[in-house]
């Protein structure tokens, strides 16, 4: 099955960056707009995988941490691999980058002590919620800006990613939790 690792992002950023594909919809064709259910923070795609790896992950997931919530906030809309020819229409990140980029590391060397090879790129936390048709400059007036309020990340998932005709749907198959920080 193909799997992918991703912190789970609140159903109100969500919505919230639909509300803004939309918008950006009316001025930047040839996008395929991500819908809400599509939107995570991606830490490590697995791609095909067995069930016994689904379980050595959901072990390895057990034995790292435990990890607290991460408040953060949405940054600025950006493009992978840049704005000349991009890719993915992404939501970049303000606040907690170097705590989300922390847990990243934790979780990928204990992964890669497994086998899995590690991510090449260096780690960019971004929320992917547009994917273009056909690659073309994307202009600063097309791009909106992001007024979205602070808010917090607390589960991780591994999902099962199923294609069909409409896209990707995902299945989550294990949600580590991430603790509330005690308030003092």
Not at 50 to 65: F, M, N, P, Y
Not at 72 to 90: C, E, H, N, Q, Y
Request: proline share 7%; net charge positive; with cysteine.
């Amino acid at each position: 099955m193909r799997c992918f690792l991703a912190f789970e992002i609140p159903a109100s950023v969500k919505d919230y960056l639909t509300q803004v594909a939309r918008s950006m919809a009316k001025t930047l064709p040839g996008v395929r707009w991500i819908k809400p259910e599509g939107q995570h923070i991606t830490i490590h795609f697995f791609g095909e995988i067995s069930d016994a790896q689904v379980e050595e992950i959901k072990d390895v997931l057990r034995a790292c941490g435990p990890y607290d919530r991460v408040a953060t906030s949405l940054k600025a809309v950006d493009a992978f691999p840049g704005k000349k020819r991009p890719r993915v229409i992404v939501a970049t990140l303000d606040e907690g980058v170097d705590i989300i980029r922390s847990i990243y590391h934790d979780i990928e060397n204990h992964l890669t002590a497994l086998g899995y090879e590690k991510e090449k790129r260096g780690y960019a936390p971004h929320i992917t919620f547009g994917r273009m048709k056909i690659p073309a400059p994307i202009l600063e007036r097309d791009i909106a800006r992001l007024e979205c309020p602070r808010f917090l990340i607390d589960r991780i998932v591994l999902f099962k990613s199923i294609l069909g005709r409409e896209g990707a749907t995902y299945e989550p198959l294990f949600a580590l939790n991430l603790r509330a920080v005690p308030q003092g």
